[in-house]
């Protein structure tokens, strides 16, 4: 009964004012339109396809090889006169010529390399300052630089892109998104309990509650229980944001990465993500009850951001983490949450993970109501 | 000592027993009071008690550890040595118990401004566990006795200072405790609300309470209280009825008499 009038006051402070509510849902709609806007013109304009136009002086197999990487058998246009054509490459009519010397192919296959030998050479003139100019040279020599290599390893390479591009999305997605996430979550956790705990101890309101006979852990878990689900409403709306925009902004499928994840996948986020909502809750709690001010408290908890950004930034860039990360509250749920969206997810790993933020969080409430007990902490004596 | 021992007007509900209390002085707080110790003594050895259907007024100057000893009563901060019992119960080995005997009102003490005063009414009544029907009769009957009826739905935080005060004394005894502690109750009221307060803490003895105030007063005291305990540097230096305080004098003029003889100094 106690513990039920302890969350209604907390709930209450937050569903009666609109303005928490609104700094709340926010930040995931502004995300959602900043990334979906962002996403739409990026790749709008990369469907304005750019059409090269590229000079070729000079026969050679290689011609064929270029044309299809480029989709079309005419992509490359014979140059009727070669100084014209260059020409036109210094003006910036053209992106691209290509000279093969007379004889070019029988001099690869003639060429053997040897000390003092010299190899064939393909010229091309094209513009480092213009972009695309720069971009087509880029894709030629790398087309080229390809066909070099298989010729002198006498191998042929036969490479094929199997990926889909909801298994691309997840792979970026996997990376970014757990960090994100828990950016969101912890953003969301400070605004209100620095507010709710370090501000009504500050103003006194606390202590009015603390001469009660309300026990200290009840008033503990009246703060982290309320908080916890008012923060997963920010983080839900954030991560809402950056996953529904997130492949937008890669010009990939939403459709297709969210039947990839599949209803496993989605269930274990959701879990991960609410083991890692009341932990930081809890955490910023304790910073916040020990903090004499709300601007001390903001002072700790940004430490503790800092600290939980560098443990997710490292997490998403060093692979081969091993299993031991579970026993790391917040860490683990990244790393699980990776393996999730990236579809290489271990069910026991994430179940241990949410396990492990659990027992962290009802060490920290425990914490808490220790600190409401504490005159030191709570009066400064 | 169990509550139902203490039925009858007149019997010790509150026994202060040897209390001490020292605090830990800041490097600011020690430029302040231009000392070198690193602790200062708030309460030395005090003791005293107040009885069932009687008012105790802790009287003292400022800095004197008449709020420091409320605060221990009111089991905010714990003794170093010594205890206190309220109707029977230790402040430092039963605090919870204690609480539910006891209501405490203090400037220190704030209600968040956000709520109104009958929702802050309500959630203090269930934070004591008071019954749905009780606290909708006794939050009828306070609302009422202090015209909080008219302004129930204002945030507090729109309210004047009077109205806060008011709406504190309503809160904190919204539980209908035995015990009833007031730190300087009408500090920063005007005539008109401090009359309201007096006349309902007169009214509380009446009703068979036992109140405890700290206040520098004197009419307040000569007014309302039974007992007087003025409080010295953190030591009870006197300790009894209103007329073996006086010893037929004014409270005033006693009052500065005893101050003089502790303190070697004439006010």
Known sequence: MKLIALMKKEFRRFFHDPRLIVTMLIPGLIIYLIYSILGDALWSKEQDTYSYKAYVAGESRLCEMINTAFGSDEFL???????????????????????????????????????????????????????????????????????????ANKFDIVADNFSSDSEIVGSVLGGMLPFLVVIFIFAACMSITLESVAGEKERGTLATILITSAKRSHVALGKVIP???????????????????????????????IGSVGFLGYFLLFLLILSVVPLIVSLVSVVSTYSKSVK?????????????????????????????????????????????????????????????????????????????????????? | ?????????????????????????????????????????????????????????????????????????STLIKPDSGDAFVCGQSVVKEPQKVRDKIGFMTSELKLDGFFTPDYLFDFFGNLHGVDGEV????????????????????????????????ISLVVSIVHDPDVVIFDEPTNGLDVLTAKV???????????????????????????????????????????????????????????????????????
Request: hydrophobic share 45%; charged share 20%; glycine share 8%.
């Open chain 1, 77 to 151: 246009i014979p140059a009727a006169d070669e100084e014209t054509a260059r020409k036109e490459v210094e003006e910036g009519k053209a992106d691209a010529l290509i000279v093969f010397p007379q004889g070019f192919d029988e001099a690869v296959n003639a060429y053997v390399p040897s000390p003092g030998a010299k190899a064939p050479q393909i010229k091309i003139y094209y513009r480092a300052a213009d972009t695309q100019s720069s971009a087509f040279y880029a894709a030629v020599t790398g087309i080229l630089s390809a066909y070099e290599d298989s010729i």
């Open chain 1, 227 to 257: 908080l916890s689900c008012i923060s997963a409403i920010g983080a839900t709306s954030s991560f809402l944001g950056v996953a529904l925009s997130m492949p937008k902004l890669m010009g990939m499928n939403v459709g297709g990465f």
């Open chain 2, 197 to 267: 307060v007096t006349d309902f803490l007169a009214e509380l003895r009446a009703m068979g309470k036992s109140i405890i105030l700290s206040t520098h007063i004197f009419s307040l005291v000569e007014k309302l209280c039974d007992r007087v305990g003025i409080i010295i540097d953190g030591k009870t230096v006197t300790d009894g009825t209103l007329q073996e305080v006086c010893a037929g004098e004014t409270l005033e003029k006693r009052f500065f008499d005893i101050y003089g003889e502790v303190k070697g100094e004439t006010v």
């Open chain 2, 135 to 166: 606290l909708k009769a006794r939050k009828k009957e306070l609302f009422s006795r202090f015209g909080i009826d008219r302004f129930s739905e204002v945030r507090v935080k729109d309210l004047s200072t009077g109205m806060k005060q008011k």
């Open chain 2, 1 to 73: 000592m169990e509550t139902e021992v203490f039925a009858e007007v007149g019997d010790e509900i509150v026994r202060v027993e040897g209390i001490t209390k020292t605090f830990t002085l800041s490097r600011k707080q020690k430029k302040i009071e231009k000392t070198a110790v690193d602790r200062k003594v708030a309460v030395d050895r005090l003791s005293f008690s107040a009885y069932k259907g009687q008012i105790y007024g802790l009287l003292g100057p400022n800095g004197a550890g008449k709020t420091t000893t409320l605060r221990i009563l």
């Open chain 1, 296 to 381: 001390e408290a903001s002072a700790y908890t940004s430490v503790l951001m800092i600290i939980t950004m560098v443990l997710s930034i490292v997490s998403t860039f060093v692979s081969g983490i091993g299993n031991w990360v579970v026993a790391i509250p917040v860490l683990n749920a990244v790393v699980c949450m990776q393996g999730v969206l990236t579809g290489s997810f271990s069910l026991w790993q994430s179940l241990v993970s949410v396990a492990v933020n659990i027992a962290f969080t009802a060490l920290l409430v425990f914490a808490i109501a220790k600190m409401l007990s504490s005159e030191r902490v709570m009066f400064g004596t």
